[in-house]
């Protein structure tokens, strides 16, 4: 089984920078893909970024213009999402998953592919 738990979420102001965690526990090694997803009320689960084991492919949605970085402490099986000068569009429920099934070209920003989600963390950005 593998456990997922994200934290550092959080409200701020915008401009500022926040950076998130996702703790990986149980049979997930440092060599898996993981992606980072948001969701904010009444809007469908989003694609932020996804990543294949070993950071050899990763793709960020268009939208966020470059702000928003993915990385991972191989060491502590911990992944990271830094978000940089960010905007009241991006308060969500920002969710960290893996397992991915199927292609990762394909599938990677598909979140009824991922089978381990881990319980959320809430960040809210004002104006």
């Known amino acids: 089984q593998v456990r997922l738990e994200e934290s550092g979420g959080g409200s701020v102001q915008a401009g500022d920078s926040l950076t998130l965690s996702c703790a990986a526990s149980?049979?997930?090694?440092?060599?898996?893909?993981m992606a980072w997803f948001r969701q904010s009320p009444g809007k469908e689960r989003e694609a932020v970024v996804g990543?294949?084991?070993?950071?050899?492919?990763?793709s960020y949605a268009a939208s966020l213009k470059g702000r928003f970085t993915i990385a991972q402490d191989d060491a502590k099986n911990i992944w990271y999402l830094q978000m940089n000068t960010l905007e009241p569009e991006d308060s969500a429920t920002y969710f960290c998953?893996?397992?991915?099934?199927?292609?990762?070209?394909?599938?990677?920003?598909?979140?009824?592919?991922?089978?381990?989600w881990g319980q959320g963390t809430q960040v809210t950005v004002s104006s």
């Open positions: 990543t294949t084991a070993g950071f050899e492919r990763t």
């Open positions: 149980g049979w997930i090694t440092r060599l898996a893909s």
């Open positions: 998953a893996t397992g991915l099934q199927g292609t990762w070209e394909r599938e990677w920003n598909n979140p009824s592919q991922y089978r381990f």
